[in-house]
């Protein structure tokens, strides 16, 4: 799997609108408060565009691209860590998530109301943001009640663990996220245990109409020049407008899309900023006659990397046989390419490289 996204905002942003152009996954969208109960799920594969350059010529009998898993979760609203609304229990179901995309909306619509009456952007992340860390309080909280008795009857780990409890306790009483903070080593592993929400990578979804599309209103600037102040990314999707695409064949899309000058869909746009802020990488391996995309972390060791595939091929990894993408789409053939000394022998301290066709060598 590529990663895994949890998309979050007020009512009546779009989320759900947003999820179905993503995923095509007919989660019901109207327009009221509380349209999403149950948590929306849907798995996408990730468009990849070398996977089929490498099809192309290798002409495989199966071809397996990695994917990304959306939950599209209730809205929230202002005092939700209280009960308000439906309350912030559904939160739960992306504490697990690898990334957090906030759908912000920079759209107006008569018929669709909004929260607070008005369309403010930031006035609007302010308040997912500070429901957010009033969520990840109320699981420090239970967490640190817990471990309070055990330190009490002399468990020496829960020291440590308190310790770093309080720590994210502070930061997060001073209205920042739990992703401010630095651990390393069992800080780290302590931290990480907890799943805060605040603690993952956020970007912003600009849901606009059609218009902004090519032009930036008010809206749209304000929510820009916020991302940019924080040090965030945005992807820009008119929801509506992806939602009627996604029911077009594929060339009606693009032609559509080239008319409006938008590049891509907003799966691509979303995907592409996702593996940017979580540092992902994709390798391919050609098995048999299965071409398949996997995805792991900048920097990972080729050990590890075979080890997605199965356990005993990290268990039992001798090398790794490597030819980078554009090697392999000028030579046509892994043959050409051993033969020119573009196909490479690498060991245990090889990192993973994007683009990287591999053949992992192992004893079983």
């Not at 020291?159 to 630095?182: D, K, M």
């Not at 749209?220 to 965030?232: F, N, V, Y």
């Not at 391996?285 to 997605?308: F, N």
Request: with cysteine; net charge negative; glycine share 8%.
């Amino acid at each position: 799997m590529g990663f895994r996204c949890g998309i979050v905002g007020l009512p009546n942003v779009g989320k759900s609108t947003l999820f179905n152009a993503l995923t095509a996954a007919g989660a019901e969208v109207a327009s009221y408060r509380f349209c999403t109960i149950n948590p929306n799920i849907g798995i996408v594969p990730v468009p990849d565009k070398r996977l089929e350059d490498i099809a192309k010529i290798i002409h495989p009998k199966k071809m397996i691209p990695t994917t990304l898993e959306f939950f599209d979760i209730a809205g929230l609203v202002k005092g939700a860590s209280k009960g308000e609304g439906l309350g912030n229990q559904f939160l739960d179901h992306i504490r697990n998530v690898d990334a957090i995309a906030h759908a912000v909306r920079c759209f107006k619509n008569e018929n669709v109301a909004h929260d607070f009456g008005s369309i403010d952007p930031v006035r609007d992340i302010e308040v997912i943001h500070t429901e957010l860390i009033l969520s990840d309080l109320q699981t420090l909280e239970r967490r640190m009640a817990k471990t309070e008795k055990m330190h009490r009857v002399g468990a020496k780990e829960a020291t440590l663990e308190l310790e770093v409890y309080r720590e994210v306790q502070s930061v997060l009483n001073q209205g920042h996220g739990a992703g401010s903070l630095q651990m390393t080593g069992e800080k780290e592993t302590i931290f990480s245990d907890l799943h805060l929400i605040t603690a993952k990578p956020v970007f912003y979804v600009a849901n606009v109409d059609q218009k902004e599309l090519r032009e930036e209103g008010p809206c749209l600037k304000a929510l820009t020049d916020w991302s940019q102040k924080e040090g965030k990314r945005m992807v820009l999707i008119c929801g509506d407008l992806e939602a009627e695409l996604a029911e077009l064949k594929e060339e009606e899309r693009e032609e559509f899309r080239k008319e409006l000058g938008l590049e891509g869909s907003s799966l691509d746009r979303l995907v592409q900023v996702g593996y940017e802020i979580l540092s992902l990488v994709t390798f391919y391996t050609t098995v048999s006659s299965e071409l398949r995309a996997w995805t792991v972390s900048k920097g990972t060791p080729a050990p590890k990397a075979a080890g997605k595939i199965h356990s005993d091929m990290e268990k039992g990894f001798i090398r790794a046989e490597v030819i980078s993408f554009s090697d392999f789409i000028i030579c046509k053939s892994e043959h050409i390419a051993r033969e020119k000394g573009l196909l490479r022998s690498e060991g245990k301290e090889y990192l993973i490289r994007d683009g990287d066709i591999i053949h992992f060598r192992f004893n079983v």
